[in-house]
Nanobody
Framework: QEQLVESGGGLVQAGGSLRLSCAAS????????MGWYRQAPGKQRELVAD???????NYADSVKGRFTISRDYAKNMVYLQMNSLKPEDTAVYYC??????????WGQGTQVTVSS
């Protein structure tokens, strides 16, 4: 079954840290970019960070210097280390995997809540 499975969300106080993980199932091949998006209530889904097959990274301005995306190519996993969390980071975080031949896959989402 082709799927992405996310983990690591939760409730944290402002200033705290969380690490999100996303695993692409073994049936997903030819992965290009992997990344994280988030959607807060009443807002559109937005890019948080992504990483290419070559290791180039891209971050939303709002998370630069606080979040770090990384990738384990052998395991088809992507991680998001989130430090210095702010209440405005509260959202459902989605993992996205783009492939060369079969389009994009999305995870089911994991809730991140940052209390003030």
């Amino acid at each position: 079954q082709e799927q992405l499975v996310e983990s690591g969300g939760g409730l944290v106080q402002a200033g705290g840290s969380l690490r999100l993980s996303c695993a692409a199932s073994g049936s997903i091949f030819s992965i290009a970019n992997m990344g994280w998006y988030r959607q807060a209530p009443g807002k559109q889904r937005e890019l948080v960070a992504d990483i290419t097959s070559g290791g180039s990274t891209n971050y939303a301005d709002s998370v630069k210097g606080r979040f770090t995306i990384s990738r384990d190519y052998a395991k088809n996993m992507v991680y998001l280390q989130m430090n210095s969390l702010k209440p405005e980071d509260t959202a459902v975080y989605y993992c996205k995997c783009g492939t060369y031949y079969k389009g994009d896959y999305w995870g089911q989402g994991t809730q991140v809540t940052v209390s003030s």
